[in-house]
């Protein structure tokens, strides 16, 4: 087993950019590159390995071929729990909201949809909407659903290079334009659209929405910010920026040569989200540049990672911790 850096799938949804390309060098075939699923094993797009005796492989064969690649607990029937992103907003995305594991699970057969959002690029005074701005029935909830006035009881924030925000499953959001994140998430496709601004698809008719769907999930108070459940940090310069039961996500600065041990109760993935560095192992130096996704199996022998970057390391956190 080593470190696996991925190639991502890319898409090109209406309301993208050209800020991955930009910052990142990351460019799909499309006319803008709106998403880059950068580890992934979801059937809707899967990255692939770029390195070692699994390149051209998808992470999904590798995963299926070794599953105790992710923990030591998984078996080969078991779901890839998360799915990592970056996502460019040149438009408003749509307002929506993603149901719990016990709605997806009823319903569509899928994982519902915590996700965290850091924000890697904001022009100024772009916004995020956060949940809601105050407290509501069910009834007016439809009602503005129905008729578009849903902004108007939204939390809106503008939002700046470096802020996180953890988005739990019935909390009503969207990323505004000109707001550029890295998304990690429950490994689901499922949204509930509840607005898209007027905006037609490629086929010129409307996007469907979901309202009904959605307000059945949808939590009808403002969000009660929460700090993290604390994790245990292996440097004390790291900081955790998100921990649920789903992952963990912890923030580490890289300026001097820092050595990483396996891990055999889960997996990490290592993104770089500004800088580059270079990984060495005893076999195999890797660069990592901006945007670079590493896939670093469970129980990896060590390796060291330096340069002068900045890493969002995920993972799935021992349940222990919550419970």
């Known amino acids: ?29 499309g006319d803008c590159t709106a998403e880059s699923w950068e580890l992934s094993c979801h059937p809707d797009g899967k990255s692939t390995v770029r390195n070692g005796a699994f390149k051209g492989k998808t992470l999904e064969e590798v995963l299926d071929q070794f599953p105790e690649y ?11 729990p998360i799915l990592i992103k970056f996502i460019d907003a040149k438009e408003n995305l749509s307002i929506q909201v993603h149901p719990s594991d016990e709605t997806a699970k009823s ?10 959002w850091y924000v890697l690029a904001a022009k100024p005074h772009a916004f995020l909407y956060y949940g809601l701005n105050r407290e509501v029935s069910k009834e007016e909830l439809e009602q503005k659903m129905q008729d578009g006035s849903i902004p108007q009881i939204l939390n ?7 802020d996180c925000f953890f988005i739990h499953p019935g909390t009503i959001h969207a990323i505004g334009a000109g707001v550029v994140i890295a998304e990690i998430q429950q490994n689901s496709n ?24 959605a307000v059945d999930v949808t939590k ?19 900081e955790l ?6 992952f963990a996500v912890i923030r580490q600065q890289i300026t001097s040569p820092r050595q990483y041990n396996g891990d055999a109760g889960s997996f990490h993935a290592l993104m770089c989200v500004e800088g580059q560095g270079v990984l060495q192992t005893v076999s ?3 660069t990592i540049p901006s945007g670079a996704t590493v896939f670093v199996p469970a129980d990896s022998s060590a390796f060291t990672i330096s340069g002068n970057l900045t890493l969002l390391d995920v993972f799935v956190p021992d349940p222990a911790f919550f419970g």
């Open 1 to 29: 087993m080593y470190p696996m850096k991925l190639a991502p799938a890319y898409k090109d949804y209406l309301w993208g950019g050209h800020e991955l390309e930009r910052l990142f060098g990351k460019a799909g075939d």
């Open 70 to 80: 992710v923990s030591h607990k998984f078996q080969p029937e078991d779901k890839f």
């Open 107 to 116: 319903e569509l057969g899928e994982q519902g949809k915590a996700e965290m």
């Open 156 to 162: 809106k924030v503008e939002v700046n290079e470096g």
């Open 190 to 213: 499922t949204t509930y659209r509840i607005y898209d601004y007027g905006r037609v698809g490629a086929d010129g008719k409307p996007r469907q929405l979901h309202v009904e769907k």
């Open 220 to 238: 009808l108070i403002p969000i009660t910010e929460s700090s993290p459940i604390p994790l245990p940090l292996s440097c004390p310069q790291d």
């Open 241 to 246: 920026l998100a921990s649920c039961p789903y």
């Open 284 to 286: 195999e130096t890797l």
